[in-house]
């Protein structure tokens, strides 16, 4: 689970900000103990602000870290694709990434110093018996490894400029490492400014797995192996339970093959070929009609989309990035999404979201620890805060975090100043 992520300058973000998944309230059964911390974690976080105050770039940065950790070696032979903050002495100043986790019961943080040029720094520690521990240890190509880990000396010979040392280890048999790096790369990310930017396997894509039986699970099981068919009818019920959860009259899903124009991109543009197709099947009293994906409500292919990511992290006790978890989606589920991360029942992996969003309304389904809050400062840089910090003991727990947000107690709040416009509309001199 995540304990913590600290990002510097990174778009929007020039001084350093931190998300603490640390629970302040630990009396709650949302607040898991992990005793090797002697803390509680949180299975969600919320990130609320104005517009252009940075909460997507927090996001953004956390997406950023794992591609790095998945691409630097294959793809950042020119460059480190880094953006800093544009302003000021962002350009000068080396970007930092922090990710604390426990894995497996055993803490682990990961610090990472890049400019556009070199990775200047980069330590990977572990904690085991409460101890800090260092894994390896990079300033520029000198590479340190804790003894007793030679299998990792290999790093050494493929370690450049840009490539992270991560990267490179994790491709060696060391748990160590390949724990942490597993945990990393697992994260997802979901959300149309996010996947633009950090483009992953497509949402649609990720819940069609769990409608269509893969090849294979016909073949006799051996002693010992799990049924990959039983398996398969089993994730089938829960997704389709989720999606007829959202009261959206469909009833099943079809995936099947059909024949199609291929795209004029193509070089074998204007001939047909067989594709595979997901179609909706809507039931009425009468009968039941399969829809092509394509041609439901923008609501309703966001709600399809997330189901496979969201019982992907339920499943695998993996880490979700939600960019704008309000949108397109009726408030009803966005609520119902956080439940599923926070009750215990539905989420016994220890699966996390976070996630930002403008709907105040969902501050009802949330503690104080589990709120935090965007601003821009003077010098367009974003601050971030933790609500259950904002003035102290003022945050109780009994507030009502909608009400008390909405009547600017917490501040992060757009400032509207409606002068310009009615100037310009000619109402006022």
């Known amino acids: 689970m995540l304990i913590r992520f600290e990002a510097a300058n990174f778009r929007s973000i020039l001084d350093p900000v931190e998300l603490s998944m640390v629970a302040v309230d630990r009396d709650r059964i949302e607040a898991r103990p992990v005793p090797n911390i002697n803390e509680s974690l949180l299975s969600v976080a919320a990130v609320f602000g104005p517009n252009a105050s940075g909460k997507s770039n927090l996001l953004a940065a956390m997406t950023w870290l794992r ?3 998945a691409e630097s070696l294959r793809f950042w032979d020119d460059a480190v694709p880094v953006e800093p903050f544009a302003f000021a002495d962002g350009r000068d100043r080396a970007s930092e990434f922090t990710l604390e986790a426990v894995i497996r019961g055993v803490r682990f943080e990961y610090v990472v110093e890049v ?3 070199i990775v200047r720094y980069e330590a990977l520690f572990h904690y085991p018996e409460k101890k800090r521990r260092r894994v390896f240890e990079r300033e520029g190509t000198s590479l340190t490894l804790q003894r007793g880990l030679g299998r990792l000396s290999g790093t050494r010979e493929l370690l450049t400029d840009r490539a992270l040392a991560l990267s490179i280890a994790r491709r060696f048999d060391e748990p160590l490492v390949s724990d942490f790096a597993g ?6 990310t979901f959300g149309q400014r996010l996947n633009r930017r950090f483009p992953t396997p497509a949402s649609g894509a990720s819940t069609r797995r769990w409608f269509e039986e893969p090849h294979g699970s016909d073949q006799p099981v051996l002693p010992g192996f799990t049924d990959p068919h039983e398996e398969f009818k089993a994730d089938r019920a829960q997704a389709l339970a989720l999606l007829r959860m959202a009261d959206l009259g469909i009833d099943d899903v079809v995936i099947d093959e059909h024949e199609a124009v291929i795209s004029s991109t193509d070089p074998e543009a204007g001939r047909m070929r067989r594709q595979r197709r997901i179609r909706l099947v809507h ?13 439901e409500s923008e609501g309703t292919r966001t709600w399809f989309q997330l189901i496979g990511p969201v019982l992907s992290a339920l499943k695998t006790g993996s880490l979700l990035l939600f960019d704008e978890l309000d949108a397109s989606l009726h408030p009803t589920l966005s609520a119902e999404v956080i439940r599923l991360f926070s009750d215990p029942a539905t989420n016994p992996s220890g699966a996390q979201l976070v996630f930002s969003s403008h709907d105040t309304s969902l501050l009802n389904h949330l503690n104080r620890d589990e709120v935090w809050l965007t601003e821009k400062g003077e010098d367009g840089s974003t601050r971030l805060g933790a609500l259950a910090e904002f003035a102290g003991e003022r945050v109780r727990r009994s507030q009502n975090l909608e009400k008390a947000y909405l009547h600017g107690r917490f501040g992060a709040l757009p400032e509207v100043d409606r002068t310009d416009v009615l100037r310009a509309l000619g109402l006022i001199g």
Do not use: G, I, K
Request: charged share 25%; proline share 4%; no cysteine.
């Open 67 to 69: 591609n790095a950790v």
């Open 115 to 117: 400019d556009r040029q």
């Open 283 to 295: 039931r009425t009293a009468q009968e039941r009609v399969p829809f092509d994906l394509s041609a």
């Open 183 to 188: 945990f990393v790369l697992s994260m997802q």
